[in-house]
């Protein structure tokens, strides 16, 4: 019988890391206690990956694409059963949409200045190690992401887990860890802190060998990156407005509107948190919202009273219903709902606090609008400048371009559910790294590269 030589090299690995005392994933698996040793192992192993060719990068990539796919369902599982948020068939959706759908080397594009004076390339390089700190919200998600696109620049990365979900964070870097070796890459590309803190945070984005730092979380964080004097990506909190006009099809709205609210519990920050809709199909609109199967309309203004006090505390959020599903959350307030029951909702003003808070909850309030210019407007102040999601819901092409203009969000959603706008049920890459404040817009290989220029004189130019 002959051995496939893969299978061998794989076998002679095998055995020489059970010899040296290492795991399949390496003698860490990529995770470690202590901050300088992660940013060290980071470092060496970045050195090795820039030394070895795009191919490699690809064939890497390519192997945790191919390796944690059968992982998929185990680490939505993970994730719902250590953060109590989100919903598993939604988070499975998100986690194979960051590992087929998250754009690899082919981003890395080159341009080039030739002429009499020769040639001069202009390429994407990478910055070294990066540090890169992700939320619980989409915990495995944007570990995927940014690491395929990390690697494919050229960088090793060193993940600070949020405390609240760095158990399943760490097994993901895990995973990673043992595809990279499996695919002949070097020991530590990925690694992750074991018992993260905010001072094991902190002292990551101090130290002199991280060359990038990406934050994807809530302001606080991305205040932090910014301020900290290096090169930064900030992926903040977004409060998306769906707006509605006269010419929408409304029953589809609706559905849109229901669908993207309640995906992950409402999780993704780019999810629907508010629906804007004026007055000429207002009361239409509530009627589909009222008889739609997966909704529970609020309308006893005593109820709603509760349902605010509940979710909302000292002028906050309520972290404890934070990602919840709607029955569990109804129930708090003394309603029966059926396990079908995926989103709460209700006619709210404008400055209700479930129309001006990022709440994460799937609750959807629905204020009216006396026409476009007011919907507009509204959208806009309850987008608050995060310049992150909004959607539109209308067949007039003026009015769907105005808004687009008008809103400069990074994403931009037109007669769909809102996560159609990070490649589900849309066209284009996912990402969950999503940088309004600091313009990368939807994050991919390239985001995570500096621009360099190399000049060769009075040579190879061909005209
Ligand atoms: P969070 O801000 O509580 O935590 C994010 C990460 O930052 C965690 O790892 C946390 O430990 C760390 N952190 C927070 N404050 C810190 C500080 N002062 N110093 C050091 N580390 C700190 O966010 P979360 O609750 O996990 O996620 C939800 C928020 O993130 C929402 O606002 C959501 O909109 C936003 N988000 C944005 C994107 C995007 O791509 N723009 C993606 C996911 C989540």
């Keep these: 019988m002959k051995i496939d030589e893969n299978v061998l090299d794989c ?8 010899l040296e005392g290492k795991s399949d994933a390496g003698q860490t698996g990529g995770v470690f206690t202590d901050v300088n040793e992660a940013v060290a192992a980071a470092k060496k192993a970045q050195r090795q990956l820039f030394r070895m060719t795009l191919a490699d990068r690809k064939k890497i990539t390519d192997t945790i694409r191919q390796d944690l796919v059968g992982h998929v369902e185990e680490l939505s599982r993970m994730t719902v059963e250590e953060t109590k948020m989100g919903r598993l068939e939604d ?20 341009s080039v200045f030739s002429g009499d004076r020769g040639l001069t390339l202009l390429e994407l390089s990478p910055f070294g190690v990066i540090g890169s700190i992700t939320p619980s919200t989409n915990p495995t ?9 990390m690697i494919c620049a050229g960088n090793s990365v060193v993940f600070s887990p949020h405390p609240g979900a760095y158990r399943v964070t760490n097994y993901t870097v895990q995973l990673i860890n043992k ?3 499996k695919a002949g890459g070097p020991e530590n590309l990925v690694v992750t802190l074991s018992e993260p803190s905010l001072d094991k945070s902190n002292q990551l984005m101090k130290h002199p060998d991280i060359r990038m730092l990406v934050a994807t979380g809530g302001p606080g964080i991305v205040k932090t990156v910014l301020s900290s004097g290096k090169k930064a990506i900030g992926a903040g909190a977004g409060n998306p407005p769906a707006l509605v006009d006269q010419t929408a099809d409304i029953e589809k709205a609706v559905k849109n509107i229901v669908a993207g609210c309640c995906f992950d519990n409402n999780l993704p920050c780019t999810s629907e948190k508010e629906a804007i809709v004026v007055d000429e199909v207002f009361e239409y609109f509530v009627f589909n919202m009222k008889n739609h199967p997966e909704t529970y309309f609020l309308e006893d203004p005593s109820q709603i009273e509760a349902l605010r006090k509940l ?104 007669n769909a559910p809102s996560f159609a706008g990070i490649g589900i049920g849309g066209e284009g890459y996912t990402t969950f790294t999503i940088a309004g404040p600091t313009g990368e817009g939807l994050t991919s290989t390239k985001s995570y590269c500096r621009h360099r220029r190399c000049t060769l004189v009075d040579g190879f130019n061909i005209r």
């Design 311 to 414: 979710v909302v505390k000292d002028g906050k959020p309520n972290k404890d219903y934070t990602g919840k599903n709607a029955a569990y959350i109804l129930e708090k307030i003394g309603i029966q709902a059926s396990g079908k029951i995926k989103l709460i909702s209700c006619v709210a003003d404008f400055n209700h606090d479930f129309v001006q808070l990022e709440l994460l909850m799937p609750i959807l309030p629905i204020v009216r609008a006396k026409d476009r210019e007011e919907a507009l407007e509204m959208g806009l102040e309850a987008e608050h400048g995060n310049r992150h999601t909004a959607i539109c819901h209308s067949k007039d092409i003026d009015f769907l371009s105005l808004t687009a203009k008008e809103m400069q969000t990074t994403i931009f959603v037109k």
């Design 141 to 149: 998600e944007t570990v995927i992401c940014n690491c395929i696109g």
């Design 11 to 18: 076998i002679v690995k095998e055995v020489m890391n059970s």
């Design 179 to 181: 595809a990279i070796l």
């Design 91 to 110: 988070k499975i959706q998100k986690n194979r949409a960051a590992l087929l759908n998250t754009p690899g080397i082919e981003d890395l594009p080159t």
